[in-house]
């Protein structure tokens, strides 16, 4: 009599879905300006792109393939990871380049439910008994949804190396951000002490985000893929609460009152 062997248990293939926060190069024709111009933000802003994921965002230009592998070439002697290019035609596309990547987008939109006309669900209405005083029909209200933004609170203070990224709204931290250390959020950023490290806000294309600190001495702020660095800040604003904002393509900087 024989024994009827065990079959081995086969473990299942887990597939998942997860996104990350990948920052997004556009360049510019002449990519020799452009290059030098991310050549200054690297020098002083050290380190900025080690470890990123880069998504090349080359819409609309005009290129060939030779121009993109030289492109793609000058971004890794720089050390600028590109995982993936965006708006390319497949024409320009070869099998040793990082992979098309389509379907992105800034962030995860909130939507407000629509509400049913006349009310958020209307009831059968019943008749009225004879004799009975009929009800006073109530003034219709119109109901409003108000979309609360997500928001992160960090409550202790962010060390050197540390990076928090929260694409899907603020961020509020409450000690200090040290330099070394960065903060992107996809909305407003508020730092209750000095901000030393990086402040990147309206990662995901928020133009009306903004950057509030106690105590101004960053490496780096940023709104909506505009910056400045540690050398671009006016000097009057440094050791100084302030408020930065976007106006166009200008990035204001002005001292809060004590």
């Given at each position: 009599?024989?024994m009827?062997e065990a079959?081995p248990?086969r473990?299942?293939?887990?597939?998942?879905?997860r996104?990350?926060?990948?920052l997004?190069?556009?360049?510019?024709l002449?990519?020799?300006?452009?290059?030098?111009q991310?050549?200054?933000?690297?020098?002083?802003?050290?380190?900025f792109?080690?470890?990123r994921?880069?998504?090349?965002?080359?819409?609309?230009?005009?290129?060939?393939?030779?121009?993109?592998t030289?492109l793609?070439?000058?971004?890794?002697?720089?050390?600028?990871r590109?995982?993936?290019?965006?708006?390319a035609?497949?024409s320009?596309?070869?099998p040793g380049?990082?992979p098309?990547?389509?379907?992105?987008?800034?962030?995860?939109?909130?939507?407000a439910?629509?509400?049913p006309e006349g009310?958020?669900a209307?009831?059968?209405?019943?008749?009225?008994?004879?004799?009975?005083?009929a009800?006073?029909?109530?003034?219709?209200?119109?109901?409003?949804?108000v979309a609360?933004t997500p928001s992160l609170?960090?409550?202790?203070?962010?060390?050197?190396?540390?990076?928090?990224?929260f694409?899907?709204?603020?961020?509020?931290?409450?000690?200090?951000?040290s330099s070394?250390?960065e903060?992107?959020?996809?909305?407003s950023?508020h730092?209750?002490g000095?901000?030393?490290?990086?402040?990147?806000?309206?990662?995901a294309g928020?133009?009306?985000a903004?950057?509030?600190c106690?105590?101004?001495?960053?490496?780096?702020i940023?709104?909506d893929?505009?910056?400045?660095?540690?050398?671009?800040?006016?000097p009057?604003m440094?050791?100084?609460?302030?408020?930065?904002?976007l106006?166009?393509?200008?990035?204001?900087t002005?001292?809060?009152?004590?």
């Amino acid at each position: 009599m024989k024994m009827t062997e065990a079959l081995p248990t086969r473990k299942a293939v887990r597939l998942r879905g997860r996104s990350f926060l990948a920052l997004v190069l556009s360049p510019e024709l002449p990519f020799g300006e452009w290059l030098t111009q991310l050549d200054d933000l690297a020098r002083r802003s050290t380190g900025f792109f080690l470890g990123r994921p880069i998504v090349l965002d080359v819409a609309g230009l005009p290129i060939t393939r030779e121009q993109l592998t030289d492109l793609l070439a000058e971004l890794t002697k720089r050390n600028v990871r590109v995982m993936g290019i965006e708006g390319a035609l497949p024409s320009i596309l070869s099998p040793g380049m990082p992979p098309e990547m389509k379907g992105g987008r800034n962030a995860a939109d909130i939507e407000a439910p629509e509400t049913p006309e006349g009310g958020a669900a209307a009831k059968e209405a019943k008749p009225t008994p004879a004799g009975a005083d009929a009800p006073k029909t109530p003034e219709p209200v119109r109901a409003t949804h108000v979309a609360t933004t997500p928001s992160l609170l960090i409550d202790e203070p962010v060390r050197s190396g540390q990076s928090i990224i929260f694409p899907e709204g603020d961020v509020t931290v409450l000690g200090s951000v040290s330099s070394g250390a960065e903060v992107i959020a996809g909305g407003s950023i508020h730092v209750y002490g000095a901000l030393r490290g990086r402040a990147l806000a309206g990662s995901a294309g928020n133009a009306n985000a903004r950057i509030f600190c106690r105590k101004l001495e960053a490496e780096l702020i940023a709104i909506d893929g505009l910056y400045k660095t540690a050398e671009d800040i006016d000097p009057k604003m440094r050791g100084q609460a302030v408020h930065v904002w976007l106006d166009d393509t200008v990035l204001r900087t002005v001292a809060l009152a004590n």
